[in-house]
């Protein structure tokens, strides 16, 4: 992955990361301060529950001394005088409620308490103790928590004792208080209430008098409540926290402390107890009122974790399968899916990375086409070819070494660079690509494959800005210029070679305008026969360029061009209308009928029209039949049948077909046994010079000869001497078309020469 996108990827995870954690952060804080908000409130529940065990233990100390009050009444209104008569009352009574003993004071404080079980403790003195007092004074009265003696083993194991409280109610005689009536009754009665669970059995309560005094405590309290005798020796209570109960508690309100036990936060609310001057106390570890917050804010914590984790899984999941799918597509758009190679825009890029840091190495951009791929396709199927391709490409990468690279541009073109020293370097690397490349062998045929290859040597040329594009191109130019060639060929790019490529490019663009403009002129060249007093037979016409920025440019420089783009096509029907033209109006004005002959390019003569169309246009400018020409190349045969079809096709619409340039190719002279031409066109170049003039005329003769025996009308071009007329007349050449007569001219001038020469001999110039 490039740098810069993982440097990319690294800043969206820091940044997700860091919103993760601020996320969480956030709605940490946000949870702990609901938590500080809910304690306030958790307290309250405390403060309730310590009242509804005011209110359970109001209730039942009213009832009990509501129970005294009740009996103290009777005493003093029944007028019941003796110890005897009163202890049998308050027997039968405490027979019916929950106290265990009852009994009625003098004024000393001394009593006879009477058992539940039908005991008597006589003589016992609660004058010490303060309930009695206060009792004395006309105030109902309830005592502190003490253990019981009475009745008790003296020796009594601490866990089998029993702790009791004195109720103590006041019983007046004549508006004059003559004791106490006292009940005792179990602390456990208390306890029970004391007991009642807080906060789901995690906290306890006790009662505590004002002073300090533990009057009851629950089973439940902690070991700093449950061995404390007092408030004072409440382990954990700090000074200030105690001293805060009391100044509270002094003033008869209630409050909240805390203390520490085994390293815990206990929390502590207390009120008054409506009894007496006793307070209840209600405790709760500080855990435990949290508890339920802690949970919901673990919970919240926890959903928020693990959204973060599975947003952060999801982003990198996200980030797998983009960079999976950037694999993909970067594979698609850069690599040629035949053979694994770089395709054209990926080697630009590279290309570009390697001249940047060239640092004085020599650099030569290549471009290479494998020669008659297209033949090898067609033969051997395309299985066959893209093997070749991929044998091709195999060879490249070895061949390239580590500091070269190279792709495919497509079809069976490649291109690539290397590092170089001189050409003469680069001359010997192509050499043993092009010797690697004929060891493959394809079907049953040994197969040697050709290349044609260009170079382009970067920073050669004065031009050291161009583009790598440019680069592939120019070394493309280069490729082209030997591409026609025999043979693996290579060549390096030069300013000759763009100005040549320059200019067919332009050719190429220009021609339709030029048709437009009517810058192709027919040009004529006679034909003469030579067997027959050397009178004019007809001429051939053909075609120039009267380009207006270039002057007349010859043939030869645009055909070739023009095949390849097709639009010779229209070229060709063009010329063969504006023949057609002049020659109907040169026979409706009653001029002699002579042959004309138009040359017809292999790719007219593919067209499904081509037998329609040039007889429509025959038809249309009224030429007899026998009067047009039809010159094909050898070039042109691919299929002998289709080729033999459109000739006959051909003279049956009245046209003369001819053999163009017999001789120049691989001409076989079984073309002249199978094919029904009328007229064969033996090539100028039979009469170049350094040939062998004897061989040669053997050859002539022979070919001369054969195509007479074949009815067949011979036609000799590119004669320029005299003598070759002489011979060829004498070997029965039927026709000369050469510059020994007349080069190709305007239609007028030819015109002119028609008039001119009619029925006259055609001197030799
Ligand atoms: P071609 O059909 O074989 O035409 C004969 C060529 O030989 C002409 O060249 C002509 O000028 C040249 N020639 C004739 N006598 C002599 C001579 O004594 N000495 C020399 N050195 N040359 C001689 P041109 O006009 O340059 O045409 C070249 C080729 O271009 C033609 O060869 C033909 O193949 C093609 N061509 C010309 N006009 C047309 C056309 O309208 N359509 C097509 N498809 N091809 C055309
Ligand atoms: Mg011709
Ligand atoms: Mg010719």
New binding site residues.
């Given amino acids: 992955m490039p740098e810069k996108e993982t440097n990319q990827f690294r800043r969206t995870y820091i940044a997700a990361g860091i919103i993760c954690l601020c996320f969480m952060i956030f709605s940490l804080l946000f949870v702990f301060r609901m938590m500080k908000q809910n304690e306030s409130e958790n307290m309250e529940y405390l403060y309730d529950a310590a009242d509804q065990n005011r209110v359970t233990l109001m209730k039942q100390i009213t009832g009990d001394l509501q129970t005294l009050d009740a009996v103290s009444i009777c005493i003093s209104e029944s007028g019941m005088g003796s110890d005897d008569e009163i202890r049998t009352v308050l027997k039968k009574i405490n027979d019916n409620n929950t106290f265990i003993r009852m009994g009625l004071t003098d004024r000393e404080g001394k009593l006879d308490l009477v058992d539940v079980g039908g005991d008597v403790f006589r003589g016992v003195d609660v004058s010490f103790r303060e309930f009695y007092h206060r009792a004395m004074s006309g105030q109902d009265a309830i005592s502190g928590t003490f253990r019981d003696t009475l009745g008790r083993p003296e020796n009594e194991k601490e866990e089998d004792a029993v702790y009791i409280n004195y109720y103590g109610v006041p019983v007046e005689k004549d508006g004059d208080i003559i004791g106490v009536l006292c009940a005792v009754n179990s602390s456990r009665m208390m306890r029970e209430i004391i007991d009642t669970p807080v906060l789901n059995g995690r906290g306890f309560s006790a009662v505590i008098s004002s002073d300090g005094d533990f009057v009851v405590r629950s089973v439940h309290s902690d070991a700093a409540f449950m061995e404390a005798g007092r408030l004072s020796e409440v382990k954990g209570l700090d000074e200030a926290e105690r001293e805060g109960i009391i100044r509270q508690m002094e003033k008869g309100a209630s409050g909240r402390f805390e203390y520490r036990i085994n390293g815990r936060t206990q929390k502590g609310v207390f009120i008054p107890a409506g009894v007496d001057d006793w307070y209840i106390f209600s405790m709760v570890p500080e855990l435990a009122l949290r508890h339920r917050y802690s949970q919901t804010a673990l919970g919240t914590f926890m959903i928020i974790a693990a959204a973060c984790l599975i947003f952060l899984f999801l982003l990198r999941r996200q980030n797998h399968i983009m960079t999976r799918s950037r694999e993909v597509l970067l594979k698609l758009a850069y690599e040629d899916p035949l053979t694994g190679c770089r395709n054209l825009a990926r080697f630009v890029m590279d290309a570009e990375d390697v001249l940047r840091k060239a640092n004085g190495t020599h650099y030569a951009v290549w471009y290479c086409d494998l020669k008659k791929f297209k033949y090898f396709n067609d033969v051997f199927g395309y299985e066959a070819g893209d093997r070749l391709l991929i044998f091709l490409a195999d060879i490249l990468d070895h061949g390239v070494g580590k500091d070269g690279l190279f792709c495919r541009v497509g079809a069976d073109n490649f291109a690539g660079l290397m590092p170089y020293e001189d050409r003469e370097g680069l001359y010997r690397w192509f050499q043993e690509l092009q010797r690697r490349l004929s060891e493959e062998s394809i079907g049953a045929n040994r197969l040697r494959a050709e290349l044609s290859m260009g170079f382009y040597c970067v920073g050669e040329s004065e031009d050291r800005t161009i583009s790598v594009n440019d680069m592939v191109n120019r070394a493309n130019m280069a490729q082209k210029s030997v591409k026609q060639g025999q043979g693996s060929r290579c060549a390096f790019f030069s300013s000759e070679i763009l100005q040549r490529t320059l200019k067919e490019a332009e050719l190429e663009t220009n021609g339709d305008q030029a048709l437009a403009n009517g810058e192709f002129v027919v040009?004529m060249?006679p034909k003469v026969d030579i067997q027959h007093g050397d009178r004019l037979d007809g001429a051939?016409?053909?075609?120039?360029w009267n380009s207006r920025e270039k002057g007349l440019i010859?043939?030869?420089e645009f055909?070739p061009i023009f095949?390849r783009t097709g639009f010779?096509v229209k070229?060709?029907r063009y010329?063969f209308e504006q023949v057609c033209r002049w020659f109907g109006g040169w026979l409706a004005e009653g001029g002699p009928r002579i042959n004309v002959a138009?040359?017809?390019?292999r790719l007219?003569m593919l067209q499904h029209d081509f037998v329609e169309y040039y007889w429509s246009v025959k038809e249309r400018f009224g030429i007899p039949d026998l009067c047009l020409e039809l010159?094909f190349?050898e070039s042109m045969i691919v299929d002998d049948e289709m080729f033999k079809d459109t000739v006959t096709s051909m003279r049956e619409k009245g046209f003369v077909c001819s053999m163009?340039?017999f001789g120049s190719g691989y001409s076989s002279l079984n073309l002249l046994k199978n094919l029904p031409i009328d007229v064969l066109?033996l090539?100028?170049l039979f009469f170049r010079e350094g040939t062998d003039v004897y061989r040669e005329r053997v050859v002539i003769s022979q070919v001369i000869a054969m195509a007479r025996k074949l009815q067949i009308k011979t036609i000799a071009?590119?004669?320029?001497a005299e003598e070759q007329v002489r011979f060829l007349r004498s070997v029965g050449c039927d026709v000369v078309?050469?510059?020994?007569f007349a080069?190709?001219m305007p239609l007028e001038a030819f015109e002119k020469l028609l008039y001119r020469t009619e029925g006259k001999e055609f001197k030799v110039k």
Avoid: C, H
């Fill in positions: 040009y060249q051939e016409a053909l075609v120039r010859p043939p030869g055909i095949e010779i070229l060709d010329i138009v040359n017809v390019s007219g010159e190349t163009d340039d066109k090539d100028v071009e590119g004669v320029e078309q050469g510059f020994v080069r190709p």
